[in-house]
T-cell receptor, first 115, second 112 residues
Framework: DAGVIQSPRHEVTEMGQEVTLRCKPI?????LFWYRQTMMRGLELLIY????????DSGMPEDRFSAKMPNASFSTLKIQPSEPRDSAVYFC?????????????FGSGTRLTVV | DAKTTQPNSMESNEEEPVHLPCNHSTISGTDYIHWYRQLPSQGPEYVIH???SNVNNRMASLAIAEDRKSSTLILHRATLRDAAVYYCILRDVSTAGNMLTFGGGTRLMVKP
């Protein structure tokens, strides 16, 4: 298995532009998670899906952020409009069944820089 | 998730064993103890997990105290590649979809 695949690896954009981050989970995994990592706040959960349905989006910072999972093999995290404070590394992770006795597999992340 | 407490940083010499401690005094009976690590410029990586008994895998060993209020991740022979931030996390086995909540972790430095 190729693992969790995220694209792009790096993204530099200007303030006000729309940014779309992409994630392909491991085949067969039924949970998908989006995390954000900054030096100040560490790793924060933004949103997670179960069987393509958003379950908890309480970590999404504001209405500028949205996430979708149109099918079991693809998810997007969109920021519109982007702001410099959105600069961070965004990780996608997937898991099987989501219970405490299963581990998560993380992607390599997308480093977003908003100038 | 119940909270865990870890030292901010630890140092080790290469090829020596490393014991990374974690306190979780408010652990409940349905909490699994998970360990992840994050190498520089990479996403977190699953290391090991356990409930009550000690666990071994190819990466590490997990020693769980009898009262489950603390645990120790053991790297038997540290290598330079083991330099990373190690996170100890509790996950409730009774709740589906219970997400991983990361704390600050322990930054392990390995000296040649």
């Amino acid at each position: 298995d190729a693992g969790v695949i995220q694209s792009p690896r790096h993204e530099v954009t200007e303030m006000g532009q729309e940014v779309t981050l992409r994630c392909k989970p491991i085949s067969g995994h039924d949970y998908l998670f989006w995390y954000r990592q900054t030096m100040m706040r560490g790793l924060e959960l933004l949103i997670y899906f179960n069987n393509n349905v958003p379950i908890d989006d309480s970590g999404m910072p504001e209405d500028r952020f949205s996430a979708k999972m149109p099918n079991a093999s693809f998810s997007t995290l969109k920021i519109q409009p982007s702001e410099p404070r959105d600069s961070a590394v965004y990780f996608c992770a997937s898991s099987l069944q989501g219970r405490g006795n299963y581990g998560y597999t993380f992607g390599s992340g997308t480093r977003l820089t908003v100038v | 998730d119940a909270k865990t407490t870890q030292p901010n940083s630890m140092e080790s010499n290469e090829e020596e064993p490393v014991h990374l401690p974690c306190n979780h005094s408010t652990i409940s009976g349905t909490d699994y103890i998970h360990w992840y690590r994050q190498l520089p410029s990479q996403g977190p990586e699953y290391v090991i997990h356990g409930l009550t008994s000690n666990v071994n895998n190819r990466m590490a060993s997990l020693a769980i105290a009898e009262d489950r209020k603390s645990s120790t991740l053991i790297l038997h022979r540290a290598t330079l590649r083991d330099a990373a931030v190690y996170y100890c996390i509790l996950r409730d086995v009774s709740t589906a979809g219970n997400m991983l909540t990361f704390g600050g972790g322990t930054r392990l430095m390995v000296k040649p």
